[in-house]
């Protein structure tokens, strides 16, 4: 609500209600715990305005001088960060009405830390034009409650981002190959499909919506990709033999990370009969073992890090995401090496 003059005159009218709370200063500035009081019911309960410099009847007494409402801003941020439990984040604004200043407090709706209560442990809620003390079955509502509309990281949008950035033919080969059955058509239909699979949140992407089916999550998150590399020798350096820059939808990340070790990673040479040599197609890592840890490195990382995850094969070891590494040598003994494999060997400095 924008505090104008005929938005003020309106709430003084109505009077106090759910959502408003007159609060008179003219005892002097309000103990921090008589503010909490406040505060914790209406977070408990949707959220409301505490108007302070207000009589009970609507009258404007107001909150003093520019330095008396200072003083009330400092004391309305402390009861908010010390007493109340868990803190929570309220606005306050002053506002000149009939030649007077008063200082109004928006206590949001609904937030992530309910159910709220004061420092001494109690938990109130607002009903009608006035507060109480919410009983032990109210307090195990409101728990449930906020259990139920929590919001995770996964599923906050991503600003700026909009149904047109969906890849939509990506999107209905996985839906068709997870459901058996088409998205819908209609535009409407399609957002409410969206919406229920939390891949839409509002108007805008959620942050898995985006890199799972997002046309180019990239340039949203341009951190959100894989570099893979391929360096000689068993330290890190400089001198590369290979490096890929992989972006996209997740999946087509993992699946070209996935060619990239495959690619650079030995396979074992067999030798039938007089036949030419031929490697194998098993490389000598267990492939199952190296996509996992990428996957668990792309689905555990912190998107919100503007660092992308990198996946470097050395000679004798993997390490992709940087969480796990794969010696290759122990893979390499598992058989009995044939005479070329062993001078392959030594040159390495296997033994």
């Known amino acids: 609500?924008?505090?104008?003059?005929?938005?003020?005159?309106?709430?003084?009218?109505?009077?106090?209600?759910?959502?408003?709370?007159?609060?008179?200063?003219?005892?002097g500035l309000p103990h921090a715990d008589d503010l909490a009081t406040a505060i914790v019911a209406f977070a408990n309960s949707g959220g409301g305005w505490l108007w302070?410099?207000?009589?009970?009847?609507?009258?404007?007494?107001?909150?003093?001088?520019?330095?008396?409402?200072?003083?009330?801003?400092?004391?309305?941020?402390?009861?908010?960060?010390n007493n109340v439990v868990p803190p929570i984040m309220c606005s306050h604004q002053k506002a000149e009405y009939d030649h007077q200043i008063i200082v109004v407090t928006n206590v949001p709706s609904y937030g992530s830390g309910r159910p709220y209560r004061t420092r001494r442990?109690?938990?109130?809620?607002?009903g009608g034009a006035s507060k109480r003390i919410a009983p032990p079955e109210e307090v195990k509502r409101l728990v449930m409650s906020a259990a139920a509309s929590a919001q995770v990281a996964d599923e906050l949008p991503v600003g700026g981002t909009s149904v047109s950035d969906i890849d939509t033919a990506y999107f209905s080969t996985y839906y068709q190959a997870a459901y058996e059955e088409t998205p819908?058509?209609?535009?409407?239909?399609?957002r409410g499909l969206l919406t229920n699979l939390r891949i839409l949140s509002g108007d805008e992407l959620s942050l898995m919506g985006l890199l799972c089916f997002g046309r180019n999550p990239q340039q949203r998150l341009p951190?959100?990709?894989?570099?893979?590399?391929?360096?000689?020798?068993?330290?890190?350096?400089?001198?590369?033999?290979?490096?890929?820059?992989?972006?996209?939808?997740?999946?087509?990340?993992?699946?070209?990370?996935?060619?990239?070790?495959?690619?650079?990673?030995?396979s074992p040479v067999a030798i039938r009969g007089f036949a030419s040599e031929k490697p194998e197609n098993a490389p000598l890592l267990p492939l199952e073992a190296v996509r996992e840890a990428i996957r668990n490195a792309i689905a555990h990382r912190d998107y919100a890090a503007t660092a992308q995850i990198n996946v470097t094969v050395?000679?004798?070891?993997?390490?992709?995401?940087?969480?796990?590494?794969?010696?290759?040598?122990?893979?390499?003994?598992?058989r009995e090496p044939l005479p070329q494999e062993v001078r392959a060997l030594q040159r390495l400095g296997v033994k």
């Open 1 to 27: 609500m924008e505090l104008t003059t005929d938005a003020i005159a309106k709430a003084l009218r109505l009077g106090e209600d759910s959502a408003n709370e007159f609060k008179s200063l003219r005892g």
């Open 52 to 81: 302070l410099g207000v009589e009970d009847d609507g009258i404007v007494s107001g909150a003093g001088d520019r330095a008396a409402c200072d003083a009330l801003l400092v004391r309305l941020d402390e009861a908010c960060q």
């Open 121 to 126: 442990g109690i938990y109130y809620i607002r």
């Open 184 to 190: 819908p058509v209609r535009a409407d239909d399609f």
């Open 223 to 266: 951190w959100a990709r894989i570099i893979a590399a391929r360096e000689p020798g068993t330290d890190v350096g400089l001198d590369l033999v290979d490096r890929k820059d992989f972006g996209g939808p997740l999946e087509r990340q993992i699946v070209a990370t996935e060619d990239f070790l495959v690619r650079h990673l030995e």
């Open 314 to 334: 050395y000679d004798d070891r993997a390490e992709p995401g940087g969480l796990a590494r794969f010696a290759i040598a122990p893979y390499r003994q598992q």
